[in-house]
């Protein structure tokens, strides 16, 4: 992440809808500042969050609550195209982007292929096209990344925040249980 240097959004940039997994009113809050294209946190959503998802998420215990906080452009466009698939592909695209990561994200063209994937996942060329050309939808992303920075000292990812404790760097299963456990009333 050395000498990467993001521009800093304007205020008024557009607010982005939450993206929760499981029930928004879980006792325990679990939020994920990721990168699509860091592949500790495609390791994260490929091995990991299954079985959090199944003794955590699934049973109501706790939510996940992803935040972008993307590392380079490819990150930004990809996140960008997630929050246009809308919230109801909005996590299936996730998936689908972490699953596919080493292939559009190490492409020649990390951004036509990100149109392709799109294109796979039933949204129209011209709407992912839009969608990366929304200036507005980038600075939200980037306001999303800035504000993980200034209220968490968010810096590296994946980075999550356990109903206010901060963990830094992709965890096992054990490690999750141990901090959530501790986090449920």
Known sequence: MAGLVLPVPPARA?????????????PVEIIEYASLTCPHCAAFHTETLPALKERYIDTGKAKLVMRDFPLDQSALFAA????????????AFIDALFSSQSRWARAADPKEALLQLAQLGGMPREQAEACLADEA??????????????????????????????????????NFAEVIDAAAP
């Not at 960008?80 to 996590?91: Q, S």
């Not at 980038?138 to 990812?157: F, H, K, P």
């Open 80 to 91: 960008a195209l997630a929050h246009c698939a809308g919230p109801d592909r909005y996590f």
């Open 137 to 174: 939808l980038m600075d939200a992303i980037l306001q999303v990344r800035l504000d993980g920075q200034n209220e968490y000292a968010i810096d590296s990812t994946p980075s999550f925040v356990v109903n206010g404790k901060k963990l830094t760097g992709n965890h096992g299963i054990d």
């Open 14 to 26: 557009t607010e982005l809808v939450e993206q929760v997994l499981g029930d928004p009113a879980a």
